[in-house]
């Protein structure tokens, strides 16, 4: 009965400190992991995201700010005068010029516009003071243009200044400025304005088109669809967004990591190309479409082409969200990122959604998953290998705690078997609070491996005790086990003279410290599941750390 004591009260000890341990350490792992991926800019709202980004093998990306820059300059134009088409840029446009600094302000396609126009001696301030603007229409991602009503202080002459697409603004053009005055708009002269515009954009700019229409008194209907019909074409600008340089090689871990990247973005489809080829994101094989060719295609079409499309141009939120939907429904954990308030249902339906902190609205903050503080594609690249190594530590804590506890159990019940107590319950209780607590945590902080993005992503199925684990448990904790039955035997025949199954307390010494010191040395053996410690180039000083301790304070 008192071995039966002792082994129920010393199994209830074992037992029971291992769900209790696994919930700690598991979340002090995360809430250390979500720290560090805040460091490098990448805010965690939901803690699921963490595992998640370790399955990722699709992200669908924004170009605009994400994959470039998001500092627009204007580095070409196509027009008859330079003057009259920055001001109708400069008037067509939001973004204000700053008195002090003399840089634009706003939206940072529009910035490029007012800088430019001021680059030519256009002051958007002094303009505003004698263009004074009374009409508009705003801009939308629909129709992909904006349109201004400005009143001229001097005449009274009343002016519309239109911005927008070239393929969406030139079709509703039925004169083109030459030669100081309005001239009717001829297939050559449509011919010639696609070729420009197909140079500029096969050059990885983006380009708009400039227009205007005069009235002799406000028109009562502002609307877009009554302003922007029976327009004067003033001339194309092509603006450059250089790419990030580290995206280049963000991208190539993401391939060589198993994970597709993919563009989206509303300009025009031969500069997301340009752009794409430039990044290594279009390679052979791989195609482009835009958002008109995407509306055609049913979902059987879509589903046959999907793993070929690299490029999504032109698009509109919809868009996003049926590609989203459309990865998903293959079987591939994506990732989506957004900045606008229409890009919400695409973030939502992702696995994982990413909003932008510089320029994402709150809508889109409050429904994704994480949040870019730099808005930078690498920055989901890192989370990504972040989030594998959170997985793998949690893994290595788990495998540590189970084979541990196990290897406790298996020996309690054998010397119950016996008839002898082989560690009390205030060894288990010191067993369970230093030397597992302490080795079990600095494994939660264990550096990632250095293949941890050459690797292809785990099966989001995939159990925790996946890829052997549970085998490995198993077997650890029995060798333990028996390296902890062991030493107590040398230790009763140490202090009896003879071989033999019965109490002792040298055994119980011998036992403890044996099995404390195993748990130890086994922390460092889970430093890799596939390598030897000594393999590990890296050192981990806070399990250094950990094991100093918990060998002192045993």
Known sequence: PTALDSFMIAVSLAVAAIPEGLATVVTIVLSIGVTKMSKRNAVIRKLTAVETLGCAQIICSDKTGTLTQNKMTVVECFCEDNELLGTCLALSSDAELDEDTNQAVGEPTECALVNYAYSIGLDKNRLKATQRRVGEAPFDSMRKMMSTICKNEENGELLQYTKGAPDVLLPLCDRIWIDGRAEPMTDAHR????????????????????????????????????????????????????????????????????????????????????????????????????????????????????????????????????????????????????????????????????????????????????????????????????????????????????????????????????????????HLLWINLITDTFPALALGVEPADENIMKRPPRNSRDSIFANHLGIDVVYQGIMVALLTLAAYFIGFEMENGYWGIGQSNDGITMAFLTLSMAEMFHAFNLRSRSRSVFAVKKQNWILWGAFGISLALT
């Open 191 to 426: 011919a010639e304005i696609a070729a420009r515009n197909h140079a500029m954009t096969g050059s990885a700019l983006r380009v708009l088109a400039a227009a205007m229409r005069t009235y002799d008194a406000l028109p009562g209907d502002t609307s877009p669809a009554a302003l922007e019909q029976h327009l004067c074409f003033l001339g194309l600008t092509g603006m450059i967004d250089p790419v990030r340089p580290e995206v280049v090689d963000a991208i190539r871990a993401c391939r060589s990591a198993g994970i597709r990247p993919v563009m989206i973005t509303g300009d025009h489809v031969d500069t997301a190309k340009a752009i794409a080829r430039e990044l290594g994101l279009l390679g052979p094989g791989d195609e482009a479409v835009t958002g008109t060719e995407l509306s055609a295609m049913d979902d059987e079409t879509f589903s046959s082409r999907l793993g070929h499309i690299s490029v999504y141009a032109r698009v509109q939120p919809e868009h996003k969200t049926r590609i989203v939907r459309a990865w998903r429904n293959a079987g591939f954990v994506t990732a989506m990122t957004g900045d606008g308030v229409n890009d919400a249902p695409s973030i939502r339906a992702a696995d994982i959604g990413i909003g932008m902190g510089v320029t994402g609205t709150d809508v889109t903050k409050n429904v994704a998953d994480m949040v870019l503080a730099d808005d930078n594609f690498a920055t989901i690249v890192s989370a990504v290998e972040e989030g594998r190594r959170i997985y793998d530590n949690i893994r290595k804590s788990i495998q540590f705690l189970l084979s541990s506890n196990l290897s406790e159990v298996i020996a309690i019940f054998v010397a119950t078997l016996f008839n002898f107590v082989i560690l009390s319950p205030i």
